[in-house]
C-alpha cells in the first residue's frame, strides 16, 4: 500500500497524525506531492515507518536545507518532478501549479497513476487508463479539511480525513 499526502505547509499535527496513520496501515511507501515547506518538520516525518519520496512546491522555503535533512532521514527528494515505479506501478509525482502539464501526464499513458496537490481539494479521477489523485491538503488550512489518499494496487484510492 502506497500512501500519498501533499500541502501540510508545517502543520505538525496533521504531519504527525498522516505518520500516524501510515505506520497504523502498513503503508510501504509515502508520496508526498510538494509544500512541505520548512526543513524543521523533518522532526515529524522521521518517525514513518515507510519510504518517502517528495518533490517540491511552489511555496517550499529553503529547498537545499529541506532536501538535506529528509536525506538525512532516508527521504528521496525527486525535485520538481518525480518519474517512479513503486509496486509495479509508473507513476509522475507533480505539484501541479499549472493545469495543462498534470492534465498532459494523465493523458500521455505514459504513467498508471499521476499524483499532484496544490489545490488542496482531495480527488481521484480516472483519465483513459490513468489514475489521477489529489489527495487534498494534509494542513487543512483552506479546506478545513485534512486529508490524504491510501493507494492500494488491487483495491484502488480511499481518501482518508485524518
Same mark, same amino acid.
Given at each position: 500500500m502506497i500512501g500519498?499526502?501533499s500541502d501540510s505547509?508545517d502543520?505538525?499535527?496533521?504531519?504527525?497524525?498522516?505518520v500516524?496513520?501510515?505506520?497504523?496501515k502498513k503503508?510501504k511507501?509515502?508520496?508526498?506531492?510538494g509544500?512541505?515547506?520548512?526543513p524543521?518538520?523533518v522532526?515529524?516525518f522521521?518517525k514513518?515507518e515507510?519510504d518517502?519520496?517528495?518533490?517540491?512546491?511552489n511555496?517550499?522555503?529553503?529547498?537545499?536545507? $529541506?532536501?538535506? &535533512?529528509?536525506?538525512?532521514?532516508?527521504?528521496?527528494?525527486?525535485g520538481?518532478?518525480?518519474d517512479? %515505479? +513503486?509496486?509495479g506501478m509508473?507513476?509522475?509525482l507533480?505539484?501541479g501549479?499549472?493545469e495543462?502539464p498534470?492534465?498532459?501526464?494523465?493523458?500521455?499513458g505514459?504513467?498508471d497513476v499521476v499524483?499532484r496537490?496544490?489545490?488542496?481539494?482531495?480527488g481521484?479521477?480516472?483519465?483513459?487508463?490513468?489514475l489521477?489523485i489529489?489527495?487534498g491538503?494534509?494542513?487543512g488550512? $483552506?479546506?478545513? &479539511?485534512?486529508?490524504?489518499?491510501?493507494l492500494?494496487?488491487?483495491?484502488g484510492?480511499e481518501?482518508? %480525513? +485524518?
Amino acid at each position: 500500500m502506497i500512501g500519498i499526502m501533499s500541502d501540510s505547509h508545517d502543520n505538525m499535527d496533521a504531519i504527525k497524525a498522516a505518520v500516524e496513520l501510515f505506520n497504523k496501515k502498513k503503508v510501504k511507501t509515502v508520496l508526498h506531492a510538494g509544500d512541505i515547506i520548512s526543513p524543521f518538520t523533518v522532526s515529524a516525518f522521521s518517525k514513518l515507518e515507510a519510504d518517502l519520496y517528495f518533490i517540491f512546491g511552489n511555496n517550499d522555503g529553503d529547498k537545499l536545507l $529541506l532536501k538535506q &535533512k529528509f536525506e538525512e532521514i532516508g527521504a528521496e527528494c525527486c525535485g520538481e518532478f518525480g518519474d517512479l %515505479e +513503486i509496486e509495479g506501478m509508473r507513476i509522475a509525482l507533480i505539484h501541479g501549479i499549472y493545469e495543462a502539464p498534470v492534465d498532459a501526464l494523465a493523458e500521455s499513458g505514459d504513467f498508471d497513476v499521476v499524483i499532484r496537490g496544490h489545490t488542496h481539494h482531495a480527488g481521484v479521477t480516472e483519465i483513459n487508463d490513468t489514475l489521477l489523485i489529489n489527495p487534498g491538503e494534509t494542513a487543512g488550512v $483552506l479546506t478545513g &479539511k485534512r486529508t490524504v489518499a491510501l493507494l492500494d494496487p488491487e483495491l484502488g484510492v480511499e481518501i482518508v %480525513e +485524518i
